[in-house]
């Protein structure tokens, strides 16, 4: 209970009553005092149950504040005291937990503070929904889009000084933790016949004043504008300042937010030449000019306000200029261009600069929701805020005020059927007892209005597309034949004779009895609005700017993209969108806000009794009060309900078996809910007093938190019971590896120390055991050394003994052999001394000759008469006899080698020594001659055909038949000869043809000459004055000089029997003819390799190198 009294503080310290519920008598007056008394004490904030009232206190009260925030903040509905903070926690709080859709719903008429509601809604949601740099960037985005939009949106009239004149829905996207997404902002029909006129003590929209006055001089110069306002035609001159509000500021908050919201600087840069532009087309004047056809035409005053126009949007002049003087009609390919008069020409200016303006606001509205539209694909729970104009009554009221006012009428409409139709309905659809309660339900009037058929939109449609003149009168006449008999229709011309006099309500007016009030609407400009024409040739003008925004702003003057279908009329579309919003609307869970406006002089402090009584009667609060008390506060299906409070009953927790109804009747008896405070619809509960559904939420609160504690409880003591029960066991597994690792060390220890104790005992035992062991080996040792002592002592005296003997017994061989020789010596000494000594050395002599010889015979070396092995002397005295006896044996050998010949190889071994004697130790070519056999014959000429004339000229036989150069005596140059040598001649024949060249006995040869040296030269001499000595020696040259040479000599010596001279000289006379020539060996010369060269030097000397 003590909770109770706590959370009671809605009641607490309360200024009237905090919720309209509790109010005691519940009439009209009580009502009004309670929110005048309420207003007076700064109470802005009363409640129907849910449903907020806001009187707009039209001055700043300290309860925004960030604490006031974090007062309201996870705060329960009726905790506080009213605020707009505690419905938006509300909501915030269901969409976040819940996972419930909800919308705000703001009512009310203009200047009762929708829209601040909205923004305080937007603001408080930002506050407290998640933090973070990405989450807080896109909080910043969709707080910053309200400057951006309410600048170009939003104006000053006469009932409010910051009125929307546009309807603004916003979808903000949250995640399932609630963090913000984005957002989407779906805008309603702007009141754009603003821009080029506003009524009395009003503004055009707020951009064009903010440009103005708080841009600067260079950026203004940029957009072509001047700061003055009276420059331009279409701002409304009479209240171009608003007090409180500074223009300029609000022109650098503007930019700024537009660049938080991500607009490029070229976008806005882009945005602000359109907004020009649209300031200047006021500007531009018609005057009218007269064709000669009679038709009316129009032209442009001062063309300098359309060049820059066409400069800042890069609009070729001439085009735009033809589009304000022409209009072309395309029917059927047929294409029909009429003047424009002077209207004409202004209405296109006028309309041009109303569609550049609206569509340049739908551009925004699409830019930001790029911006700010969610990134992730992920399911969104959303919180739509719906800040439409209010209900507002002009002195004039147009078609404008008409569509806002419809809007309204839908609004007024879904808060009758969510509160008080569908609540009552729904009572009775759950039988429970009811009593009905009447309330004023708007729905004739939206049928009035919405009709398909007979409504006063479908009217103006059907005027639209009538074929004919089509008037605004025409209109009127429609609407009163059709609306004539409608309730809440009155008009002058209707057949309906109550208002036939009614002076108040001109002929060209209707009038309509809305929820909020009658409003009269002049007929005029209805037509023309609703059709909402831009002639094709102002589009075509605009599609062709070559700045790109305009030209996407018209993309149906594109001429490939020409439609002649009409486009939908405003009507129609506003028709349309508002019917989507409802259904939008109608699938969330709504939460509203009653905006009721004090008085009409936005002043604070003033409450005007008459006024907010009006306001409070159309808005059907009373009958919202009346519902709601005799009503439920608060209903819900029994599933759910069970399902959400089944822990608060021991029956239904945690499993309720049976109908949910049944366990919700248990429940609500075992909490002792009083009867009164509930009933049992058929499908749901309900419950009357909200403290009953707190209670019901703080004991569930209260129980979740015991359900916490208890799973908190079970949890800890499992955790501390698992961590025990793992401790416990590794504990074991500890103690029994300690233990056993105690075991191990002592049984070490143990172990250890019998091994210390066994070895000092085997130690003790072992020395024990040496020391007698050593004692023992001593003794013997002793009986050894004693023992060997004696023995050598007796071996000693043994030996002594025995040496004494054998010299005693030498002694006496010694003596009788001297004794002995003595007497031999003395008997023999006559015969002995006479020859002895000769006897003596022969006989050592001799056999010492027996002993040479006979070892000699042993040391033999072979026969080879080459080898040159010979035993070593024995004896001195044998020197001369070893000499011998080697010649002897190499005679000897030689003997028996030369005896093993053939005659054959004596002849060959004869010349061999022959040429040995001749040649040895004389000639260099010699030793090379000595391996060589001599063949004789080396030119076979009996075998050679080539030679059978000179084989038939020599009959005798051949001893050398040999290939020799024979040097010419001329030059030193050599020829080829054969060189024969038979037993009485020597031959020279042609090489070639075998001729005889030269033939000499041997006779005549008288001497040969050579050289010393390793060459083959060699001259035969002749004798002078013999027949072949007339042709002089020969010089020739051959590679078997030696053997030639030898048997040359020997075959001279058997036939002559006179030695042949040869000479070895190296440096000999030849006889050439008539002259001797001196041959000279030089040696050394490499010239030509191994062979010797021969070459003439004069006529005296022929020199020849050998290498
Ligand atoms: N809670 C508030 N505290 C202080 N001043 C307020 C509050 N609500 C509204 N106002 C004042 O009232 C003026 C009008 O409010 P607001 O623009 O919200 O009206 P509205 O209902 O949106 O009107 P409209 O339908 O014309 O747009 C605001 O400019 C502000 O000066
Ligand atoms: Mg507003």
């Known amino acids: 209970m003590a909770k109770m009294e706590v959370k009671m503080s809605l009641l607490d310290d309360m200024i009237g009553v905090g919720d309209m519920v509790l109010l005691e008598p519940l009439n009209e007056d009580s009502f009004i005092n309670n929110l005048k008394k309420r207003f007076d004490h700064n109470e802005v904030y009363t409640y129907i149950g849910s449903v907020v009232i806001s009187i707009n206190p039209y001055r700043s009260l300290p309860i925004y504040t960030p604490e006031k925030v974090e007062e309201y903040r996870n705060r329960n509905f009726y905790e506080l005291s009213p605020h707009i903070f505690a419905l938006s926690d509300e909501a915030y709080r269901s969409l976040r937990d819940q996972d419930k859709d909800q919308c705000i719903l703001i009512t009310g008429e203009s200047g ?22 990405e989450v807080n960037q896109v909080k910043e985005q969709l707080l910053q889009s309200n400057p951006v939009l309410e600048a170009f949106g939003n104006a000053k009239t006469v009932r409010n000084d910051n009125s929307s004149r546009f309807g603004k829905y916003m979808d903000i996207e949250f995640d399932f933790k609630g963090d913000p997404l984005g ?6 029909l702007l009141e754009k016949s603003r821009v080029v006129k506003q009524p009395r003590g009003e503004r055009n929209f707020h951009i064009f004043y903010q440009i103005l006055s708080g841009a600067s001089e260079d950026f203004l ?128 200016r006028d309309a041009l600069a109303k569609n550049l303006y609206s569509r340049l606001f739908s551009w925004l509205v699409t830019r930001i929701n790029e911006s700010i539209k969610a990134q ?13 104009y209010g209900f507002e009554i002009f002195e004039d009221n147009s078609f404008e005020q008409f569509i806002i006012n419809y809007c309204n009428e839908k609004l007024q409409q879904i808060f009758i059927e969510l509160t008080l139709k569908e609540e009552q ?3 009775i659809r759950e039988g429970i007892e009811w009593t009905h309660i009447e309330y004023f339900n708007n729905a004739i009037i939206c049928d009035l209005i919405e009709n398909n058929q007979t409504g006063i939109l479908a009217m103006l449609d059907e005027e639209c597309l009538r074929p004919g003149t089509v008037t605004d009168d025409t209109f009127l006449e429609k609407l009163n034949q059709v609306c004539a008999t409608h309730q809440h229709f ?56 070559s700045h790109s925004l305009i030209k996407a ?27 989507t919003l409802m259904k939008n609307l109608q699938t969330k869970n709504p939460n509203y806000i009653r905006c009721i406006k004090p008085n009409d002089k936005k002043a604070a402090h003033i409450f005007n009794d008459a006024l907010v009584c009006h306001q409070i009667r159309y808005l059907g609060l009373l009958e919202n009060v009346r519902v709601r008390r005799a009503g439920y506060a608060f209903r819900q299906a029994y599933e759910p309900c069970l399902e959400r409070y089944k822990m608060l009953c021991k029956q239904t927790w945690p499993h309720w078996r049976g109908p949910a109804r049944a366990g919700v009747e248990v429940l609500f008896n075992e909490l002792e809910i009083p009867e009164e405070e509930f009933s049992f619809g058929r499908s749901k509960i309900f419950i009357r007093n909200p403290r009953t559904l707190f209670k019901l939420e703080d004991l569930r609160k209260q129980r979740l938190e015991d359900l916490a504690t208890l799973i908190e409880k079970i949890y800890r003591g499992w955790k501390c019971r698992t961590r025990f029960l793992l401790m416990k066991k590794s504990q074991i597994v500890i103690a029994s590896w300690y233990r056993r690792y105690a075991q191990q060390k002592k049984y070490q220890k143990i172990k250890s120390s019998a091994i210390i104790v066994q070895s000092y005992i085997r130690g003790w035992k072992a020395r024990k055991l040496l020391r007698e062991l050593k004692h023992q080996k001593r003794c013997n040792e002793a009986a050894t050394i004693i023992a060997a002592y004696w023995h050598g002592t007796q071996a000693r005296r043994e030996l002594k003994r025995l040496k004494e003997e054998a010299r005693r017994k030498h002694a006496v061989a010694v003596i009788w052999a001297y004794w002995l020789g003595l007497k031999v010596r003395r008997e023999y000494r006559k015969f002995f001394r006479a020859n002895a000594g000769r006897k003596i050395y022969e006989f050592t002599l001799q056999r010492l000759m027996q002993k040479y010889f006979l070892e000699m015979k042993n040391k033999m070396p072979s026969l080879s008469p080459i080898d040159k092995n010979w035993p070593a002397r024995p004896y001195l005295f044998l020197d001369s006899t070893h000499k011998e006896l080697k010649r002897i044996f190499h005679l000897w050998r030689c003997k028996k080698y030369r005896d093993q010949f053939t005659d054959q190889q004596k002849l060959i071994y004869e010349e061999k020594l022959e040429a040995s004697e001749l040649f040895k130790d004389k000639k260099a070519l010699y030793p090379a001659s000595v391996g060589q056999p001599f063949q004789g014959a080396y030119l076979e000429i009996s075998k050679n055909p080539k030679y059978k004339k000179l084989k038939d000229a020599v009959d005798e036989k051949i001893i050398i038949a040999e290939v020799v150069n024979k040097i010419n005596r001329a030059n030193g140059k050599a020829t080829s000869r054969i060189f024969l040598l038979t037993k009485n001649n020597v031959l020279l024949a042609d090489q070639k043809s075998g001729n005889i060249k030269s033939e000499v006995p041997l006779g005549d040869v008288t001497k040969v000459s050579m050289s010393s040296q390793n060459d083959g030269f060699f001259a035969v001499h002749l004798k002078e004055g013999s027949e072949a000595a007339g042709k002089g020696d020969f010089l020739l040259s051959s590679d078997h000089l030696i053997e030639m040479a030898t048997k040359l000599y020997r075959t001279t010596l058997s036939q002559t029997k006179q030695k042949l001279n040869i000479e070895i000289s190296d440096e000999f006379l030849v006889q050439f003819r008539q002259d001797k020539v001196c041959v000279k060996f030089i040696q050394g010369s490499q010239k030509n390799g191994n062979i010797p060269t021969c070459k003439r030097k004069n006529n005296r000397l022929l020199e020849v190198a050998v290498p």
């Not at 009762?112 to 740099?133: D, I, N, P, R, W």
């Not at 957002?183 to 309603?188: A, E, F, K, L, M």
């Not at 702003?553 to 969108?577: C, D, V, W, Y």
């Open 112 to 133: 009762a503070g929708k829209t601040e509601a909205s923004k305080l809604v937007m603001s408080y949601v930002a506050a407290v929904c998640g933090k973070g740099a």
């Open 183 to 188: 957002g989407v902002i779906s805008n309603y």
């Open 490 to 545: 009155e008009s002058r011309m209707s057949k309906c004779s109550r208002f036939l006099n009614d002076t108040s309500l001109p002929h060209s007016c209707f009038r309509i009895q809305h929820y909020a009030g009658k409003v009269m609407y002049q007929v005029e400009g209805f037509v023309d609005k609703n059709n909402d024409l831009l002639y094709r040739d102002l589009s075509q003008a605009m599609w062709k700017a």
């Open 425 to 427: 309905e729904e009572y």
């Open 221 to 348: 110069c940029k957009l072509k504008l001047e700061r003055d306002f009276s420059r331009y035609n279409y701002l409304g001159l009479d209240s171009a300042k608003v007090n409180g509000v500074d223009d300029a500021a609000n022109f650098r908050t503007v930019r700024n937010a537009m660049q938080i919201v991500g607009f490029m600087d070229h976008e806005t840069q882009s945005v602000f030449e359109v907004v020009a532009a649209v300031l200047k087309l006021g500007n531009i004047e018609f005057k009218p000019e007269s064709r000669v056809n009679g038709l009316d035409e129009s032209k442009i005053k001062d063309k300098n306000e359309l060049k820059e126009i066409c400069e800042l949007t890069g609009i070729d002049q001439s085009v735009l200029e033809r589009a304000f003087s022409f209009r072309t009609v395309e029917a059927k390919q047929e294409k029909v261009s009429t003047t424009l008069n002077v209207a004409q020409a202004y209405y296109a």
């Open 376 to 388: 992730t694909k992920v399911r969104k729970k959303v919180m739509g805020v719906l800040d439409i």
């Open 553 to 579: 702003l018209f993309p149906e003057g594109n001429p490939a993209k020409i439609n002649l279908k009409r486009p939908p009329t405003a009507g129609s579309q506003f028709k349309a969108s508002v019917a």
